[in-house]
């Protein structure tokens, strides 16, 4: 969906958006991440009418996504129910001089290009970066097995009663050494 500023320059585009799993890419650079319930949307584009080209948008988005569990490889769905209030300022008047100071206020500020914002990018990006950096399935996921290599979650593993060697023999000095 196309936030037009043309649109924006007459009136508030109000928004109330579903869409199915599949009908938004999430997966960028092959990183796995799906969505797995419909994606629901509603807020509010406006521009600011205190500088005619900066626009706000905000409002709510809901969905599920899913990818692999950091530890052990399976699936691990991640519920996402997030507010969002963002700002853009038009691509044109970002500088282009080598080094600029940026103000507290314009770190956070987004850009864009006419004719306008496309949704589904916004909310693919705030919906990413609700997810956690290290993504596992669950508090209690055992992962996988260093040794053997086997889900610890789906068969027990006996690789913990066999004792472990010094893999590298430059470290064997430090075996006798005692922590006091």
Same mark, same amino acid.
């Given at each position: 969906? =196309? #936030?037009?500023i043309?649109?924006? /320059? %007459? !009136?508030?585009?109000?928004?109330? +958006? @579903?869409?199915?799993?599949?009908?938004? &890419?999430?997966?960028?650079?092959?990183v796995?991440?799906?969505?797995?319930?419909?994606?629901?949307?509603?807020?509010?584009?406006? =521009? #600011?009418?205190?500088?005619?080209? /900066? %626009? !706000?948008?905000?409002?709510?988005? +809901? @969905?599920?996504?899913?990818?692999e569990? &950091?530890?052990?490889?399976?699936?691990?769905k991640?519920?996402?129910?997030?507010?969002?209030?963002?700002?853009?300022?038009?691509?044109?008047?970002?500088?282009?001089?080598? /080094? %600029?100071?940026?103000?507290?206020?314009?770190?956070?500020?987004?850009?864009?290009?006419?004719?306008?914002?496309?949704?589904?990018?916004?909310?693919?990006?705030?919906?990413?970066?609700?997810?956690?950096?290290?993504?596992?399935?669950?508090?209690?996921?055992?992962?996988?097995?260093?040794?053997?290599?086997?889900?610890?979650?789906?068969?027990?593993?006996h690789?913990?009663?066999?004792?472990?060697?010094?893999?590298?023999?430059?470290?064997?000095?430090?075996?006798?050494?005692k922590?006091?």
């Amino acid at each position: 969906m =196309l #936030l037009s500023i043309k649109e924006m /320059e %007459v !009136r508030k585009i109000v928004f109330a +958006e @579903t869409w199915q799993p599949g009908e938004i &890419d999430f997966d960028l650079d092959s990183v796995g991440i799906c969505q797995v319930a419909p994606l629901h949307a509603e807020g509010e584009a406006e =521009l #600011l009418p205190h500088t005619g080209e /900066e %626009v !706000r948008v905000h409002g709510k988005v +809901e @969905t599920t996504l899913e990818t692999e569990c &950091d530890r052990c490889l399976g699936r691990a769905k991640f519920p996402v129910a997030t507010p969002f209030d963002l700002f853009y300022r038009p691509a044109d008047s970002a500088s282009t001089a080598e /080094e %600029v100071a940026l103000d507290e206020g314009e770190v956070e500020m987004g850009f864009y290009e006419l004719p306008g914002l496309e949704l589904e990018d916004i909310l693919r990006e705030q919906l990413l970066l609700q997810l956690p950096m290290q993504r596992i399935c669950g508090e209690t996921c055992k992962g996988i097995c260093p040794i053997c290599g086997v889900n610890r979650n789906e068969v027990p593993c006996h690789c913990d009663a066999v004792p472990t060697q010094v893999a590298d023999e430059r470290w064997k000095a430090l075996q006798n050494l005692k922590v006091q």
